[in-house]
């Protein structure tokens, strides 16, 4: 009776699916946009990705967690009940030979499921290392996946630590060692963080 859209042609420009007169799928020129939920879990809808060069640095107390560094990537799911998959690999040195962690947060807020669970007063954090000295930097890699639970950005970044002896302060970098040197047996390094949303 035509009360309905089926498929929505324009000529030079897009095509629209629906059902039950609601639009499920829209191409465009760069590829297309799928709406409400899809079956095939596992397929990447979208991909995001964050590459941060330049250094960081900021002195913490023992336990704290840096301000922004830079290390960010957001992410605007096309359905809630999508997951959200983060991979990053950072790149950090700490002014003193100790240890040093990072930690993935969500709206600058550290995310509890992506952290090693409490233990009398240790630090909860994503990944940690230990440095045997201030010329060296250590790497660290996170692989986890989130639950979207909204279609609003969500905005994912890595915060750094720390957990020198004596409950002492020290400076955190990224991409750099706290002991730097001018020379090409020294180096500076990238970090990167990507976002990939999968169908439920």
């Given at each position: ?172 970098y990224l991409n750099r060692a706290s002991s730097e040197a001018s020379g090409s047996d020294r180096m500076r390094s990238a970090s990167f963080i990507t976002a990939m949303e999968i169908a439920a």
């Amino acid at each position: 009776d035509q009360s309905e859209k089926f498929i929505d042609c324009n000529g030079n420009g897009n095509v629209e699916l629906y059902y039950n007169n609601s639009k499920k799928l829209e191409t465009t020129d760069a590829g297309g946009t799928l709406y409400g939920t899809w079956t095939g879990a596992g397929k990447v809808l979208q991909v995001v990705h964050t590459a941060k060069t330049d250094t960081f640095s900021e002195s913490l107390g023992q336990g704290n967690l840096s301000g922004d560094t830079g290390l960010n990537v957001s992410i605007t799911p096309s359905s809630s009940s999508n997951k959200i998959l983060i991979i990053a690999s950072v790149n950090m040195g700490c002014s003193n030979d100790n240890r040093n962690a990072v930690t993935l947060v969500r709206g600058g807020s550290a995310i509890d499921s992506a952290r090693g669970d409490s233990s009398n007063s240790n630090q909860r954090v994503s990944s940690m290392s230990f440095n045997s000295s201030t010329s060296y930097t250590s790497h660290h890699s996170i692989n986890f996946q989130d639950s979207a639970n909204t279609t609003s950005a969500i905005t994912y970044g890595i915060r750094l630590s720390h957990g020198r002896y004596g409950n002492a302060g020290a400076t955190v970098y990224l991409n750099r060692a706290s002991s730097e040197a001018s020379g090409s047996d020294r180096m500076r390094s990238a970090s990167f963080i990507t976002a990939m949303e999968i169908a439920a």
